[in-house]
């Protein structure tokens, strides 16, 4: 199941999208405001996201220059505003497609799916390389200057999950229910257990995965 997260304030047109999505097994979280929405993009994992425009307090735009700063993921525009300059000015900033108010649902629903597979096939079987660092997605392997590192499946999940995002941070609750698909106790030390043990396989490596005080922890490329 994808994930989805809305960013608009009318809550009539958040209703919609979110039981319409449904329909089509997406799972969605609301947001309303610009003042949070990037607190809450970082409190959890997204597959999309659709972004208004016309915010309070932050304006979309700044929002999805945000959102760049720590992700590639998929960000589908949705506004009023129709004017070409927009649009183009969008997509440099980083917008994966525009799609303007009023639109017809299953024709955002398509957008929604081009923007999913397009997404997809940024990780087709290749080699995720960061330094001496290689992973492998096809084969679910990993290599430490083309030296075979062995990982359990868990582990090699949540590297590849910090990897294929670079610089997003990822709560302790989120790694947890994206990896188990469980429900994540706060008294949970598995994580980490896991974090430590696959910092101690990845040797020089290992400080790529930092921890992020409070909040989680993040993969760092560079």
């Known amino acids: 199941m994808s994930s989805v997260l809305i960013i608009e304030d009318d809550k009539e047109i958040c209703q919609i999208l979110t039981d ?3 329909n089509y097994n997406y799972e969605t979280e609301c947001c309303f405001s610009g003042l949070n929405a990037l607190s809450v993009f970082n409190q ?6 659709i972004l208004d425009l016309m915010l309070p307090y932050v304006s979309g735009e700044e929002i999805l220059c945000g959102i760049r700063k720590v992700s590639d993921v998929p960000i589908l525009v949705v506004s009023a505003k129709d004017l070409v300059r927009t649009k183009v000015e969008l997509l440099r900033l980083g917008a994966d497609d525009y799609i303007t108010k ?5 024709e955002l629903l ?3 799916e081009r923007c999913l597979i397009r997404n997809q096939k940024t990780f087709p079987g290749i080699r995720i390389i960061c330094g001496e660092l290689a992973l492998d997605t ?3 392997s990993v290599f430490i200057q083309e030296n ?3 990982l359990t499946a868990k582990e090699y999940q949540i590297l590849e999950l910090l990897m294929k995002y670079p610089n997003k941070v990822f709560s302790k609750q989120n790694l947890y229910e994206t990896v188990w698909n469980d429900v994540f106790a706060r008294d949970n030390d598995v994580m980490n257990t896991h974090i430590s043990n696959i910092r101690k396989k990845l040797g020089s ?5 930092e921890t992020v005080w409070g909040l989680g922890y993040r993969f760092i490329k560079s």
């Open 205 to 209: 490596e290992g400080w790529r995965i």
């Open 44 to 49: 959890k994992f997204f597959d999309l996201v």
């Open 138 to 140: 096809q084969s679910k």
């Open 110 to 112: 398509a957008r929604i």
């Open 102 to 106: 009023p639109f017809n649902l299953e």
């Open 20 to 22: 319409f999505l449904c």
């Open 148 to 150: 075979p590192i062995s």
